[in-house]
């Protein structure tokens, strides 16, 4: 009899990421011994852009026709509270990943439900609270309603406001159904911001859009009249490639630096050449992370022994290459390490320099609350997967 344990895995569609999912399953299998990779089978089921009835009926597929062990893949919090009783009523666990587009919530979800975030919002967060102690009042926050429509731009002022600000601007894109929503469009804006004078501009932009924005901002003529602050996915090392032959500078978040030299994540690059061959991005380590756990959980596994396995998740910890990872949405849950970055070009080569250690969020803040209420978008795919 095939005692594997079965994880079906939500795989929504992302032009940006396209390969998010196969380097996430690289990624966790890269930390499991070679010997365990049998025991775990992954179950892919395509879910489009990863809306409320596309991933409820896909979960629904997986419990009752490939009856998997486990619920995995990406899945937004705004979806969340409807798979929740299907998974709970069939007593099944369920291990979910996201960018962090959106904070957690700030109540008891499921006794059954484990996250491994990229937290992407701590980074704004930390953005947010750098900005005003580095610049002072009066920032502008850019952006188009698809990136407006998460909690990234609330982290972001919640931070400015934490660190004494009072006032700050917001500047969203009209949404137009046809054609780009920067090019040939944003100087406009940008003219309002050159006559406004704001102390910074925090520019919230996701694939094309990131790039037809730096390309326009450089032709604005305001990078040398108003210092840059960018997301941490404008700042990856997937975009910064494709514009590095920009004259710009301007300043960023990391949660995780690919060319350090520490010994977990020089590890976790030569585990991950050695299986896949490829080079990692953060889905890989998002992977990683989890396959670091399931592997002290092995004999568990092997036994089937859920209500161990649950109890084991809910308190261990990983020491990873973004420092201590922990599974279990509660007031231990893990902040991440965050650098703020000067970035440049120099003939076509991207230099990041680390000035400063950005502040996260401890979990159990009541600034949680304020931003969950202010956010009232109800966008449901997960970030990045357009």
């Not at 995995?72 to 998974?87: A, C, E, R, T």
């Not at 490829?278 to 592997?295: C, I």
């Not at 308190?315 to 201590?324: A, D, L, V």
């Not at 509660?330 to 680390?354: H, L, M, Q, R, W």
Request: hydrophobic fraction near 35%; glycine fraction near 6%.
């Amino acid at each position: 009899m095939n005692n594997n344990i079965k994880i079906g895995f939500l795989t929504p569609y992302s032009s940006i990421y396209p390969e998010m999912t196969p380097s996430l399953i690289s990624g966790f299998y890269s930390a499991i011994p070679e010997k365990y990779h049998n025991l775990f089978q992954f179950i892919p089921e395509y879910v489009g852009q990863g809306g409320d009835k596309s991933i409820t009926e896909a979960v629904n597929k997986l419990l009752n026709f490939n009856k998997v062990d486990i619920v995995s893949g990406f899945v937004s919090y705004k979806v969340l509270p409807s798979i929740i009783p299907n998974i709970e009523k069939r007593q099944k666990m369920a291990l979910l990943f996201d960018v962090g587009e959106y904070i957690p919530y700030n109540h008891h979800i499921s006794e059954s439900v484990f996250n491994n975030s990229f937290q992407m919002w701590q980074s704004e967060f930390a953005l947010g609270y750098w900005a005003y102690k580095q610049f002072g009042d009066k920032g502008t926050v850019l952006t188009p309603i698809y990136d407006g429509g998460y909690h990234l731009q609330s982290a972001f002022r919640q931070g400015a406001e934490m660190a004494g600000a009072s006032e700050m601007d917001f500047k969203v894109l009209n949404y137009l159904p046809e054609g780009s929503q920067v090019k040939g469009r944003i100087q406009e804006v940008f003219s309002q911001i050159r006559t406004e004078k704001p102390s910074f501009i925090h520019a919230l932009f996701c694939g094309n859009e990131a790039l037809e924005f730096y390309d326009e901002f450089c032709k604005s003529g305001l990078k040398n009249e108003i210092p840059l602050i960018v997301s941490a996915h404008m700042a990856s090392d997937e975009i910064l490639k494709l514009v590095s032959n920009l004259d710009l500078k301007f300043y960023s978040a990391s949660m995780w630096n690919y060319n350090s030299q520490e010994k977990v994540n020089l590890l976790f690059k030569k585990r991950v050449d050695d299986f896949a061959g490829q080079k990692p991005d953060f889905y890989t380590l998002l992977g990683y992370e989890v396959g670091l756990v399931f592997e002290r959980l092995i004999l568990e596994f092997q036994k089937r022994d859920w209500p161990e396995i649950r109890k084991r998740l809910k308190t261990e910890t990983i020491e990873g290459p973004r420092g201590k990872r922990s599974f279990f949405l509660n007031s231990e849950y893990a902040t991440p390490i965050i650098d703020i970055e000067k970035i440049g070009f120099s003939s076509s080569t991207v230099t990041k320099i680390v000035i400063e250690q950005g502040s996260a969020l401890k979990y159990d803040h009541k600034t949680y609350e304020k931003i969950h209420k202010e956010n009232v978008s109800g966008w449901q795919n997960p970030y990045l997967c357009i």
